[in-house]
């Protein structure tokens, strides 16, 4: 058979969803981000809310994700997100509202804001990635930094002593009352993302439920902060960072 | 029965980060000697026979360049 | 009859805040403000005009959360004292630079650092002149009454909306704590969301429907071509708010050959001793800046032809003289009086003060 009489709209079985919009993701090649920006587009267009989603984007990389999703956002200050979600869901119950925020942001931060958002029981769906580093300003120490691993401020590695440690701020979350679905995923294979995706519209679904708050952390890659190559990163991912994070659900009630 | 797939790839936002290749079940893709606009060698169907649009290059594509047919036959 | 209830200064801002159709309340108590969340809290008000009160984990929240809820067009505000809107800087910068408003409250202590719990007027150059970082303003107006507290956060919010900025109302620790008969006006309801879709749909976040383009609130351009073209626009903005919206009292002006320049409470202070000045034969008034953003220069420049001298009196080390002496320019001697620290001037001490520059 030729490939022409394949690539027919009628024989398409998957293709980027409508609510990524068009621009070029500025990210670096590989980068976790853009799938899991792709995974919330996905969740937002099957669940049919577009008009009825606000996403809030945060300081850090990510913070240019209100080019990627075609829906209304707003652009938060360092670590605030939890905050600015608060009251826009408050004030805006029919409203699906997301957070979408790094290690640096939420951990470090915002850990304030996010624990405490939690910690009422917001009705709001909060997107961790967690790639153990500071991207957008050049490879930094982050709180999620592991023991050992070498970032522009720890040239030598992460030392306890020197640095403290590696914060698990998802273990943490799900100890509170407020929190209703804590989990923790990853998107380097097809079976992740299916499993992250399945995650992020069950956080979703929870934030109509009145059942308090919704954590998707997503353990991602930093490739040009870790400096290697996209796949080696995957690779190292798994390696050095699951055994530290564990995947899986800490709290679904 | 037996399927048969086919990607195409938005070639000038592909930034050949090869996630798809490492993906790739049945060894399809590869990427271009060429590259696009910005620099990159992007990703392409190098064996097209192996396809079975399983969807998985496109499932792990950060940047949603991978679009996937396929047919029954 | 209107009604009329003996309140707080800041138990007005409370009632002033449901009865004008605010849809929400941010705040984290800090004296000498708590009975503005204390009154909210109170009077329910989500259970009649559906109003949402929080109390937030920190100012820095709090101011946050009123981004949040700026965001979707809603009328949002919060209020705090002095240290507590240093912690809102930031906030206040990212409120201003996306160009959303709200209504902050500040309710004066002394300072610096923790400083003292009595009333004191020196964030005036925090408010007036910024405060957090970048160009930016926002409209301050200086209430000198618990009625005033009640009335101006329907005042703030109209021009906050007119002008897509934060509006401040800066009072201080008399003005919160103080009591007196405040007018209930009639109440306006909340607007519907259909209501703000048509006031504010072209920025607001109401839900990216088909028919519109998505909405995007941010303070963030990468291209300094584009941040400085939003500056020149703000900019503008402020130099109309400078033409239209400059507020401002006087009392017993029209012969005056001195002049007393005061605002909030020592506004008050001022206009009695104007009266024991005229007992004794001197021709005195006071000018009252009623807005402190726009500064009622208009005001001041058509006094200053039939001035001798002009005393500026502030619960600071000096801060609105400053301004008093940009419009005068030189022309009539601008002279200061202040106490700070958390200590009140009497109008004996004003007095005093003003014989003082009278030689």
């Known amino acids: 058979m030729d490939i022409k009489d394949i690539i027919k709209p009628e024989n398409k079985v998957y293709g980027k969803t409508p609510l990524l919009t068009d621009a070029v993701m500025h990210y670096c090649p590989g980068c976790t981000h853009g799938v899991v920006h792709k995974i919330i587009a996905e969740v937002i267009e099957e669940m049919g809310i577009q008009d009825k989603t606000i996403g809030i984007s945060p300081v850090g990389c990510a913070v240019l994700a209100y080019n990627y999703l075609d829906i209304d956002w707003e652009q938060a200050a360092h670590g605030r997100a939890p905050a600015l979600a608060t009251a826009t869901k408050r004030l805006n119950p ?21 624990m405490h958002a939690c910690n009422r029981g917001e009705n709001i769906v909060i997107i961790f990635i967690n790639n153990a580093i500071y991207g957008m300003t050049g490879g930094q120490m982050a709180p999620t930094t592991l023991l050992g691993q070498v970032t522009a401020t720890t040239p030598y590695g992460r030392n306890a002593e020197l640095n403290g440690y590696p914060l698990k701020i998802t273990e943490l979350l799900a100890q509170l009352d407020g929190t209703c679905y804590v989990t923790r995923q990853s998107a380097q294979t097809p079976a992740a993302v299916r499993k992250t995706k399945k995650a992020i519209r069950k956080a979703f679904e929870n934030s109509m439920m009145n059942k308090g708050t919704s954590f998707v952390e997503v353990v991602g890659t930093c490739n040009s902060g870790w400096k290697l190559s996209p796949v080696k990163a995957n690779k190292w991912m798994e390696e050095n960072m ?12 | 029965m037996a399927v048969k797939g086919a990607i195409t790839v938005d070639t000038e936002k592909c930034k050949g980060c090869s996630v798809c290749i490492a993906n ?38 950060p940047d949603a360049v991978i679009t996937v047919y396929r047919v029954k036959i | 009859m209107a009604e009329k209830i003996l309140m707080k200064g800041n138990e007005a801002v409370a009632h002033g805040a449901i009865r004008c159709g605010a849809d929400g309340y941010f705040g984290y108590p800090i004296t000498p403000q708590s009975e503005v969340m204390e009154t909210l809290m109170e009077e329910k008000p989500w259970e009649t005009t559906g109003m949402v009160v929080l109390q937030a984990e920190s100012e820095t929240a709090s101011i946050n959360m009123v981004y949040g809820g700026a965001c979707t067009g809603k009328k949002v505000m919060t209020s705090s004292s002095s240290l507590g809107i240093s912690l809102m ?31 004191g007027q020196a964030d005036y150059f925090q408010a007036v002149k910024g405060g957090g970082h970048g160009d930016y303003k926002m ?7 618990a009625q005033d507290m009640y009335d101006f956060v329907d005042t703030a919010f109209e021009l906050a909306f007119k002008y897509r900025t934060p509006a ?6 008399v003005i919160g704590q103080m009591m007196e008969k405040v007018e209930l006006r009639p109440i306006k309801p909340r607007r519907t969301n259909e209501q703000i ?19 995007l609130i941010t303070s963030l351009a990468l291209d300094p071509n584009v941040m400085s073209a939003h500056n020149i626009e703000l900019q503008k903005k402020y130099k109309t708010i400078m033409e239209n919206e400059q507020q401002y009292t006087t009392y017993k002006t029209e012969d005056a050959e001195y002049l007393i320049v005061a605002y909030g409470s020592m506004s008050r202070i001022a206009e009695s001793v104007v009266d024991t000045a005229r007992e004794n034969g001197i021709k005195l008034g006071v000018l009252r800046p009623i807005t402190l953003f726009p500064y009622p220069e208009k005001a001041l420049e058509s006094l200053i032809p039939q001035l001798k001298k002009i005393l500026v009196v502030e ?43 009278l030689k």
Do not use: H
């Open chain 3, 139 to 145: 409209i301050v107006l200086a209430p000198a009454s």
């Open chain 3, 315 to 357: 619960m600071s080390a000096g801060q609105m003289v400053e301004d008093v002496k940009l419009v005068v320019n030189g022309r009539v001697p601008v002279e200061f009086y202040g106490k700070c620290g958390g200590l009140i001037p009497s109008p004996d001490d004003v007095y005093e003060a003003f014989e003082k520059i």
């Open chain 3, 168 to 173: 401040m109302i800066l009072s201080d620790g």
């Open chain 1, 94 to 114: 029919d409203k699906y509202v997301f957070t979408y925020q790094g290690d640096g942001d939420l951990a470090s931060i915002g850990a304030g804001e996010v």
């Open chain 2, 24 to 61: 790739c079940p049945t060894q399809t893709i590869a990427l271009s000697l060429e590259v696009n606009g910005k620099g990159y060698n992007y990703a392409y169907m190098a064996n097209p026979d192996n396809c079975t649009g399983c969807t998985n290059c496109a499932t792990v594509c």
């Open chain 3, 89 to 119: 800087a930031e906030g206040l910068s990212y409120l201003a630079g996306a160009e959303l408003p709200c209504v902050v409250v500040n309710v004066m202590r002394g300072g610096p650092g923790l400083g003292t719990i009595q009333p």
């Open chain 1, 242 to 253: 699951f055994p530290f994070y564990p995947l899986g659900d800490m709290k679904d009630r």
């Open chain 3, 197 to 215: 879709i048509e006031q504010c749909g072209e920025w607001a976040l109401t839900g990216k429907t088909a028919d519109r383009k998505r909405n």
